[in-house]
C-alpha cells in the first residue's frame, strides 16, 4: 500500500471507527482519545500529541471540522481547510486514526467512543475537559500534557499579521 493510501486511512467516520475501536478493545489495547482544531500545525502540537501517544497502544484524535472551528474562534478561521488538517495529523506515525466533528464540543464523540485515556494540553485543569465526566464514569483516565512553552496559533497567526 502505498503511504499516501496509508495515510488516508486513519481518517474515518465514526462508523468505520467503531469497528477498529471493536477490534483495538477486543486485544486489550489502551484507547487514548484528544481533540482540537490544530488549525495550524506546529512543534507544540507535536510534542503533545507524541506525548498523549505514549499513554496507551491506539491514538484517536476527535478533529473540530471548518464550520466548528468558524463557531468556535470567528469567521476568519480556520487557516487551513479540514481534509488538509487531517491529512498532516495523519501523516504522524503515533496517529491511529482522525475523525472530524462538527459539533462546538467533542462530548457526543467521546461519548460513542468511550476512550480508556483522554488527555488535553495542560492549560485545561480536568474538570475543564470536555468528556472528563464519562470517561472517569466508565473506569477511564483523564489526564493533562505539559504544553510545549512559546508555540501556539494564535502567536503564529499575529506573527504572520505583524511581521
Same mark, same amino acid.
Given at each position: 500500500?502505498?503511504? @499516501?493510501? /496509508?495515510?488516508?486511512?486513519?481518517?474515518? =467516520?465514526? /462508523?468505520? @471507527?467503531?469497528?477498529?475501536?471493536? #477490534?483495538?478493545? +477486543?486485544?486489550?489495547?489502551?484507547? %487514548?482519545? *484528544?481533540?482540537? =482544531?490544530?488549525?495550524?500545525?506546529?512543534? !507544540?502540537?507535536? /510534542?503533545?500529541? +507524541?506525548?498523549?501517544?505514549?499513554?496507551?497502544?491506539?491514538? %484517536?484524535?476527535?478533529?473540530? #471540522?471548518?464550520?466548528?472551528?468558524?463557531?468556535?474562534?470567528? !469567521?476568519?478561521?480556520?487557516?487551513?481547510?479540514?481534509?488538509?488538517?487531517?491529512?498532516? @495529523?495523519? +501523516? $504522524?506515525?503515533?496517529?491511529? &486514526?482522525?475523525?472530524?466533528? #462538527?459539533?462546538?464540543?467533542?462530548?457526543? $464523540?467521546?461519548?460513542? %467512543?468511550?476512550?480508556?485515556? @483522554?488527555?488535553?494540553? !495542560?492549560?485545561?485543569?480536568?474538570?475543564?475537559? &470536555?468528556?472528563?465526566?464519562?470517561?472517569?464514569?466508565? !473506569?477511564?483516565?483523564?489526564? *493533562? %500534557?505539559?504544553? *510545549?512553552?512559546?508555540? #501556539?496559533? *494564535?502567536?503564529?497567526?499575529?506573527?504572520?499579521?505583524?511581521?
Amino acid at each position: 500500500m502505498s503511504h @499516501l493510501k /496509508e495515510i488516508n486511512n486513519k481518517i474515518l =467516520c465514526l /462508523e468505520k @471507527l467503531k469497528s477498529r475501536l471493536e #477490534s483495538w478493545k +477486543a486485544n486489550g489495547e489502551k484507547v %487514548i482519545f *484528544t481533540n482540537g =482544531c490544530f488549525d495550524i500545525l506546529h512543534k !507544540g502540537h507535536v /510534542e503533545v500529541l +507524541a506525548k498523549t501517544a505514549d499513554l496507551g497502544n491506539r491514538l %484517536i484524535i476527535g478533529l473540530n #471540522s471548518d464550520i466548528s472551528i468558524k463557531n468556535l474562534k470567528g !469567521g476568519n478561521r480556520p487557516i487551513v481547510e479540514e481534509d488538509s488538517r487531517a491529512l498532516l @495529523l495523519a +501523516a $504522524l506515525s503515533f496517529v491511529d &486514526v482522525i475523525v472530524l466533528f #462538527s459539533q462546538e464540543t467533542p462530548y457526543d $464523540l467521546i461519548a460513542e %467512543i468511550n476512550p480508556d485515556i @483522554l488527555a488535553k494540553g !495542560g492549560d485545561y485543569q480536568i474538570t475543564e475537559i &470536555v468528556g472528563h465526566d464519562i470517561v472517569q464514569k466508565n !473506569g477511564g483516565q483523564v489526564v *493533562t %500534557i505539559a504544553l *510545549t512553552e512559546g508555540y #501556539s496559533t *494564535t502567536n503564529i497567526i499575529d506573527k504572520i499579521k505583524n511581521g
